[in-house]
């Protein structure tokens, strides 16, 4: 009796963590049905988000009742979003691996317990924290020397040209996306370097390989799937990042970015910056559209997610 009892326990923890998946986008799909109907397709590729006349009489489009010339178009906000997660992913990939190495490989292990610690410890600091500090010390920073700098000196590399604007921006939300995923990348790659066996690294030492060839040749390649599973687990975390990216990225409205240094907009940080707006609607349709952009972003992520399974999947069929 008890072993049923057991199984159905199991069967139904297991469950849960996807049935509310299912449950929380049959939520957002429901109530964003009216902007879906509204918006049609192209919601996704127009930049021509507007409320329209807040103080106006509400007229019915499509069958919809809306304020007079509301248009809701996000194309801006999926260039923002992917953008900054995939550029910082750019950044934080390799100086995660290269700390992973140096804690795991290069130092003893009463140093690299403690540094380990620290590095451990920036995953659970919170992202307006995070915000905050490129607020005050990053945007002054980077809008004052470093843009300007690359600007004249980089120019003729493509998106690096250009006005260097203020420090808010593209650039800008990158690095600080880059430091709180960073934690994520380098735990997990410093067990996964531990883990490896220790008869391959000498193998390796003992063909005439530095302790940096055998981690690049030997190490590495070993582990591919474990890099691509924590790159995709990272970059689901840059995608949905809220308050940090609202503090440093600018804020953009309707526009795509010119340049590395142009403001920019993300979905998550947008729903967070309209919502106040979207609430004078008297028709609900600005909220609704906003659920509209919490869906996309929601079925970004499980995309992005299925990507990475099929990536790993190919991978270790190679293998």
Do not use: C
């Amino acid at each position: 009796m008890k072993l049923p009892l057991f199984r159905i326990g199991l069967v139904t923890t297991a469950s849960f963590l996807p049935l509310s998946l299912l449950l929380l986008i049959l939520f957002l799909v429901v109530y964003s049905w009216p902007a879906i109907h509204y918006n049609g397709i192209h919601f996704l590729w127009t930049n021509n988000w507007n409320l329209g006349n807040l103080y106006g009489n509400p007229v019915t489009v499509h069958g919809q009742e809306v304020m007079p010339g509301a248009r809701y178009g996000i194309w801006f906000l999926v260039v923002g979003t992917l953008a900054s997660a995939l550029l910082s992913l750019l950044f934080a990939l390799p100086t995660a691996v290269g700390a992973a190495y140096f804690l795991a490989e290069s130092l003893p292990k009463f140093l690299s317990g403690p540094l380990a610690f620290l590095v451990d410890l920036l995953a659970a600091i919170p992202s307006v924290v995070f915000g905050l500090w490129g607020y005050a010390l990053l945007i002054p920073f980077l809008g004052t020397d470093i843009f300007p700098w690359m600007a004249k000196h980089l120019g003729f590399i493509p998106f690096l040209g250009g006005d260097p604007g203020s420090g808010y921006g593209l650039l800008t939300a990158a690095i600080v996306l880059a430091f709180m995923i960073i934690p994520l990348i380098s735990a997990t790659m410093r067990e996964a370097i531990s883990a490896t066996e220790s008869t391959l690294k000498e193998a390796g030492l003992g063909l005439g390989l530095n302790r940096l060839e055998v981690f690049w040749h030997i190490v590495l390649p070993r582990l591919r799937t474990t890099v691509i599973g924590v790159s995709i687990l990272a970059l689901g975390r840059a995608l949905g990042e809220t308050m940090a990216v609202v503090m440093v990225s600018g804020n953009a409205l309707n526009y795509l970015p010119g340049n590395i240094y142009t403001p920019i907009s993300t979905m998550a940080a947008f729903i967070v910056s309209q919502l106040e707006s979207a609430l004078q609607d008297p028709t609900n349709m600005a909220v609704e559209a906003l659920a509209e952009i919490a869906l996309v972003l929601l079925l970004l992520s499980v995309v992005v997610n299925l990507l990475a399974r099929i990536i790993l999947w190919l991978a270790q069929v190679r293998t």
